[in-house]
């Protein structure tokens, strides 16, 4: 496995290569990301990941400098894993200028969108810049960031990137909490707390299975179970997975997404389901 | 040379081009794009030309239904001029749905950005789509559209395509006017009028050349010279060129560029000038 810090030795490295498998990550690497590689192996090669903890992706008092910065045992994770190519460029590598060009996506004001303005601009200008240095063939992002995955799923679509978008299930530890670099910012409590996200969020979808339609009611009940446990909500929303907007009389395909913060640590799940006919 | 309409077809004639040129225009070719085809021959192959009116560069009330279309004669112009590919797709073909991402570039409420909203985020989007499609290894672009080039040239870097971008010198017809398609509009005592706007930037750019620094009064004048002849004057600026933006105190590296209407025509122009130390 090669670990790679500049753009133009990256570039040589995969001169020849046509079926590239990337996985772009901001690094702490957990058993999540280890099976996103797991997958890009399965489709094409070499696996390449990057490690680059994107400043445009995170706003005012965020936690961009606090971030978990792990390279040597990333490297060994990713060694074992089959990587073949680590690429970790530093702040001046990836914007050598100020980044006056961006990727203007929609739903911006939607979902984490509407909590973090300007974070999917930076995704997706980050991504767009990685997707140019490896020009792969295959690329692989978690589900857990859903909204994420949709918008660099259109992303590629709309600018015409030949590349092939594949998508990695929420990886869980044993009591359903999705597994997550953040996780680590939670307090012995806190981490006993959380996986109540994931609890709340199957029992939405169990009542949207059922066939329950009052998405509104399910949405506030379940926010409210959780404002009523200490968490301090930034939405619980059901949307349809077409559109990720509100779903209409006929959406079948939904899913249930959620973003709060317990303590100081801001957590992300979501769940898919389908709703039977009426 | 092959004629091309949809974008699978162009991928799979371009399989194996590692070191494509690529011209994308609107059509309605005249001696300038076949200048930029030769420019784009003598770097590279194969030579693919792309004709296609983007509909997202336009603005509401501005000339995109009467914009000329004449594919034929084109072809046979590009024929004659060596090019290998012309890429001609339909609107359906580039926006098979609605473009909801976009490039949103800088200096958007500059020069040009300044009197057509929107008019440089269309631009940029439609050019990145064309590049995933091409992946061309060089780009050619006229300068008569000089705010363009420059923001495209800025785009390929802060994006980190591996394009090298080549820029194309200003055809003139004799009496110095700048070939454009939209120099077809001009009834025949607007054509005798039209050299003017190159003659006044020419007087403009020597006053410059002779150490003048009073750029506001340059600017002033010549854009009230056009109007006293009737024209309608979007902007006259004269710019820093590594920047686009109003020279400082110790620029020398110049641009005077204006844009401005003769009738129901916007003509545009700009001529580089190189000032002396001081």
């Not at 200490?230 to 990720?244: E, F, M």
Request: hydrophobic share 45%; charged share 20%.
């Amino acid at each position: 496995m090669r670990l790679i810090h500049h753009v133009d030795e990256l570039r040589a490295a995969l001169a020849d290569a046509r079926e590239a498998a990337f996985v772009p990550t901001m690094g702490n690497l957990h058993e999540g990301h280890i099976g996103l590689v797991d997958i890009a192996r399965r489709h094409g090669g070499p696996v390449v990941v990057s490690i680059f903890v994107n400043p445009l992706q995170f706003g005012a008092g965020e936690d961009f400098e606090r971030y978990p910065r792990t390279l040597a045992a990333d490297c060994a994770r990713l060694e074992a894993a089959g990587a073949d190519i680590v690429f970790a460029p530093d702040v001046d590598q990836m914007y050598p200028e100020p980044q006056t060009f961006t990727v203007l996506p929609p739903l911006a004001d939607q979902l984490c969108g509407a909590h973090r303005p300007g974070h999917f601009q930076g995704v997706a200008t980050v991504v767009l810049k990685l997707f140019n240095m490896v020009r792969p063939r295959y690329a692989v992002f978690g589900k857990k960031d859903y909204q994420q995955f949709f918008l660099l799923d259109g992303m590629v679509r709309q600018f015409n990137l030949p590349i092939v978008m594949l998508a990695g299930e929420t990886t869980r530890a044993t009591d359903g909490l999705a597994l997550s670099s953040r996780n680590g910012y939670l307090a012995p409590d806190e981490r006993a707390e959380a996986p109540r996200l994931y609890r709340l969020l199957r029992a939405a979808a169990g009542r949207l299975a059922a066939g329950e339609r009052d998405f509104t009611g399910i949405e506030s009940e379940t926010a409210t179970a959780l404002t009523a446990r200490g968490w301090r909500v930034d939405y619980v929303s059901i949307r349809a997975r077409a559109t990720l907007l509100a779903p209409t009389g006929d959406s079948r395909e939904l899913v249930v997404l959620a973003a709060a913060h317990l303590g100081a640590t801001r957590l992300l799940d979501n769940i898919e389901v389908d709703t039977p006919a009426p």
